[in-house]
């Protein structure tokens, strides 16, 4: 299970098919209906026998134990790279327009300002990232993606660096006519930053007006890290809200928690199981995302402990404290946006 999804597993399933062959022109009418009797005799005496045969035919078989509710989670990043791709391709399979793909890993990623590349090497793990993403996307039969970067050089940068060994178009934000009239494909804005919203906003207009899906993965539109006017996160508010969400996976380090979602499932909150190390506990399904206060009461509810009647203990006051610190972390977060 993931802790904090970093490595690479592959989970594959075979399957074998029995074949029968009857030889043609060997077998008389007679022969045929003895066979058809032998049959029905060999179906009678299974359903009605009696005595010792028909208890071991009628003896409990042990049942499999239950899957663990966390099996849905990823066993490492590109175990959840795959899992995003299947469900971004279902959503557009089903019409969704425009989706939202979140992969975000703890140490390119702060829980107050998101996305975050404050390192030389962290760039290119978000493209790397990126690319597997791609390259799933388009192993899973969508054809003609069109991978979208923030800026020319990056776009430069990646085609050099992959070459043609890729399945998709390499393009840059800043090209001029980004989609065509003759467009055919899926649109993918690899980290699209607050710079380039008006540009994103009409590429997938246009591609939307052509009935082709757009696809935003990890977006940093909505970070903190940049401050941006009042109509311009008004803007940002109102396209990022037509868009669906079709996978998140977003680490709590706060809690030792996830929170999980996959087209077309509901949002799921997992906690660490104390007793079970490297296991997390389902706290609840949700059909919007929780956050904020809401998120920080469902954590602190299911972590507090539970007194002798059965209701959980109220808060100490170092626990208040604690929360009005997150009140004006959040509120800090929003100045800045």
């Known amino acids: 299970m993931i802790s904090s999804a970093t490595t690479t597993t592959t989970r594959c399933a075979t399957l074998t098919k029995a074949s029968h ?193 757009v696809v935003l993965l990890n977006p940093r539109l909505a970070s903190g890290d940049a401050g941006v006017g009042l109509n311009v996160r008004r803007m940002r508010d109102n396209f990022l809200g037509k868009m669906t969400v079709t996978y998140s996976l977003r680490p709590l380090p706060w809690c030792n928690g996830s929170l999980y979602k996959s087209y077309p499932s509901a949002w799921k909150l997992f906690l660490e199981d104390p007793e079970e190390p490297g296991r997390f506990k389902l706290i609840d399904e949700y059909a919007q995302r929780p956050a904020g206060e809401e998120l920080d009461d469902i954590v602190d509810a299911a972590l507090r402990p539970v007194g002798e009647d059965g209701e959980a203990t109220e808060k100490t006051a170092a626990e208040k404290v604690l929360g009005m610190m997150r009140e004006m972390q959040r509120f800090a977060k929003s100045l800045s946006n």
């Open 21 to 213: 062959r009857a030889t043609p022109g060997t077998r008389s009418r007679r022969g045929a209906a003895a066979t058809t009797r032998t049959k029905a005799q060999k179906f009678a005496r299974l359903s009605t026998s009696s005595g010792d045969d028909d208890d071991r035919s009628l003896a409990p078989v042990a049942a499999a134990p239950a899957p663990r509710e966390d099996e849905v989670l990823p066993d490492n990043l590109f175990d959840a790279v795959g899992q995003a791709a299947k469900a971004t391709r279902d959503a557009m399979q089903r019409g969704v327009a425009g989706s939202i793909v979140e992969l975000l890993i703890p140490e390119l990623w702060d829980p107050m300002s998101g996305n975050v590349m404050s390192e030389s090497g962290d760039q290119l793990k978000v493209w790397e990232i990126s690319r597997e993403f791609l390259s799933k996307l388009s192993a899973s039969g969508a054809t003609g993606v069109k991978a979208v970067f923030p800026d020319a050089g990056a776009a430069a940068m990646l085609r050099a660096r992959w070459g043609d060994d890729v399945a998709f178009e390499v393009a840059s934000v800043d090209d001029r006519n980004l989609v065509t009239d003759d467009f055919e494909g899926v649109l993918v804005f690899a980290a699209p930053d607050p710079m380039s919203l008006e540009k994103v906003q009409k590429a997938t207009g246009r591609a939307n007006e052509l009935g082709y899906p």
